[in-house]
């Protein structure tokens, strides 16, 4: 129910975010007398039947730019991000020295551990 409940309200909302001009347009619609009135630039102008587009069309140039503001600062943080050097901590790790002995009772050969590997004698 929960994650039923989730995904609904992630799609509800990345829908919003991408059709925001679609709310401009819809509240314009169902408030045009009202804007026509209270808000349009053109009211002492009634020849140019403007009925508030003009204040719809100022909303739409005012989100668009407010989209484009969010996007250079999304680029902006994203070149942030990719210039910043990530700090790289190295860890020390101990190896522990073991040496291994074969007892005396195996055919294996036994190795000296004091012994050092010498090249061969070259004959002069």
């Known amino acids: 129910m929960f994650t039923r409940l989730t995904a609904i309200s992630l799609i509800f909302f990345s829908l919003a975010a991408n059709l ?3 709310f401009l347009f ?3 619609e169902l408030n045009r007398d009202y804007i026509a009135k209270e808000f349009c630039v053109n009211k002492d102008k009634p020849q140019l ?3 508030g587009k003009c204040y719809l069309m100022k909303k739409l140039k005012q989100a ?3 989209e484009q503001k969010q996007e250079k600062q999304e ?3 994203l070149v942030q991000e990719a210039l910043v050097p990530l700090r790289i901590v190295f860890k020390r790790y101990l190896v522990s020295e073991r040496h291994f ?3 005396a009772g195996t055919d294996l050969p036994k190795s000296d551990p004091v012994s050092v590997f010498h090249p061969p004698p070259v004959a002069a």
């Open 20 to 22: 925001s001009s679609l």
């Open 26 to 28: 819809a509240g314009y």
């Open 49 to 51: 039947h403007c009925n």
């Open 64 to 66: 668009e730019e407010k």
């Open 75 to 77: 680029q902006k943080m």
């Open 101 to 103: 002995y074969i007892p």
